[in-house]
């Protein structure tokens, strides 16, 4: 058995195997580890290749669910720092996650105003197309309702 394959079976992870894992890129995991988001990875001796323990995988694996939030780096260092739990570290977890969620509700909404214009716009069209006129006039006041509430978001 080859090194490399006895490190994988002794649970050690190359860094495609990692990336392959956590759904992050490769280019991801060396920034994340180059940023201080994780701990140094370990190197094989022999070809001096990044090994991932179980451990180090197992936060990525949340570093990457945090990111597929749309949470940033720094509130991921916030995280990160929060880990040991005590009784501080807990109320600003809580005041983390609960930031986070009312920024995530404000971006759904911000989608559900585009998703309403595209809407309209896709009507609009369609009335055109079918040359249906009152159509086409109560789309385009759609439109511009939306539009409207587009701006006022920017």
């Keep these: 058995m080859t090194n ?26 060396r920034y994340y580890e180059r940023v201080g988001l994780i701990e140094p990875v370990p190197r094989d001796p022999s070809s001096r290749h990044r090994r991932y323990s179980a451990d180090i995988v197992e ?6 669910c945090l990111r597929a939030t749309g949470m940033g780096i720094e509130d991921m260092r916030r995280y990160l720092a929060g880990l040991d739990g ?10 983390l996650f609960e930031g986070h969620a009312t920024r995530i509700a404000a971006e759904i909404e911000a989608m559900k105003v585009r998703y309403e214009y ?28 939306v539009m409207q509430r587009l701006r006022a978001g920017l």
């Design 4 to 29: 490399a394959a006895a490190e994988a079976v002794d649970g050690w992870l190359t860094i495609q195997e990692a990336s392959q894992r956590t759904g992050l890129p490769e280019p991801t995991l």
């Design 59 to 64: 936060n990525i694996e949340a570093l990457a």
């Design 86 to 95: 005590d009784s501080a570290a807990t109320a600003d977890m809580v005041d």
């Design 118 to 145: 595209a809407r309209a716009k896709a009507e609009l069209w369609r009335a055109r197309r079918d040359g249906r006129p009152r159509a086409e006039s109560a789309a385009a006041a759609r439109v511009i309702s």
